[in-house]
């Protein structure tokens, strides 16, 4: 195929959030704080689905690949909001637990809502096997990356 005819993978994965992050906004509008990063839902996200889990900054630096000053910005930007309290680790008095607060379980509910409509609406007319091979290609990109 000739390279001015071939479609740059880059560029369809972009143009493939960007269609996704639009098509999210249509389905509800962003939280009541305009300044709500979708990092922030992510991290949200991810305490929610680790309920069981002690989580400490630490674990949000792994979990993202984020500096600590990021990840200390972060959390104190959900804090301020009222998303998150930060509480002693019985075991290390130095840790703090990231705990989400009943707001933020809240929200979270909205965003999984979202989320779900926008799978069903990605998935829809492509079959089973369609889609096995699709992550089995987005799994090869993202060890070519790594």
């Not at 195929?1 to 493939?16: H, K, P």
């Not at 400490?56 to 998303?83: H, M, N, P, W, Y």
């Amino acid at each position: 195929m000739d390279t001015r005819e071939r479609r740059a993978v880059g560029g369809e994965i972009r143009a493939l959030s960007n269609l996704m992050r639009r098509k999210i906004l249509e389905f509800a509008p962003p939280p009541e704080d305009p300044e709500f990063t979708e990092m922030q839902g992510q991290l949200l996200g991810f305490l929610s689905h680790h309920p069981d889990r002690e989580i400490c900054q630490k674990d949000v630096e792994e979990a993202f690949c984020i500096r600590r000053s990021t990840a200390s910005r972060l959390l104190k930007k959900l804090e301020a909001a009222g998303f998150i309290t930060r509480r002693s680790v019985f075991r290390d008095a130095r840790l703090k637990q990231v705990v989400l607060t009943p707001k933020a379980q809240k929200l979270h509910q909205q965003i999984e809502q979202r989320l779900d409509k926008m799978e069903e609406l990605l998935t829809e007319g492509i079959s089973d096997q369609e889609l096995e091979q699709f992550m089995a290609t987005v799994e090869k990109l993202k060890k070519n990356l790594s």
